[in-house]
């Protein structure tokens, strides 16, 4: 079974940085997408930046291209996204997931198998 464990969230001033890590557990194929997603109150799920877990295929979404960084660390089987020079529309809960699907529009949150439980990241003007 599959568990994905978000940590690093918290609350920050416009123009700070966080650190988001996914911890995964039971990940047995070599090559899966993982991907950071958000949702904010009232708004639909979005992706955020995602990447396979040999290391191809980054992509961002459009409002995060520049400031956030995803990365993974293969050997602690862990996802990391790095926030920088945050804004308070990126105020949301965080939420990292993968899929054994490929080929798919990776920012669609319907064709992930397995979620972690999210970590909220709150950005103050």
């Known amino acids: 079974q599959v568990q994905l464990v978000e940590s690093g969230g918290g609350s920050v001033q416009a123009g700070g940085s966080l650190r988001l890590s996914c911890a995964a557990f039971?990940?047995?194929?070599?090559?899966?997408?993982m991907t950071w997603f958000r949702q904010a109150p009232g708004k639909e799920r979005e992706g955020v930046a995602s990447i396979y877990t040999d290391g191809g295929n980054t992509v961002y979404a459009d409002s995060v291209k520049g400031r956030f960084t995803i990365s993974q660390d293969s050997a602690k089987n862990t996802l990391h996204l790095q926030m920088n020079s945050l804004k308070p529309e990126d105020t949301a809960m965080y939420y990292c997931?993968?899929?054994?699907?490929?080929?798919?529009?990776?920012?669609?949150?319907?064709?992930?198998?397995?979620w972690g439980q999210g970590t909220q990241v709150t950005v103050s003007s």
């Open positions: 997931a993968t899929t054994f699907l490929l080929g798919i529009r990776w920012y669609d949150p319907s064709k992930y198998n397995y």
């Open positions: 039971g990940l047995t194929y070599s090559r899966v997408r």
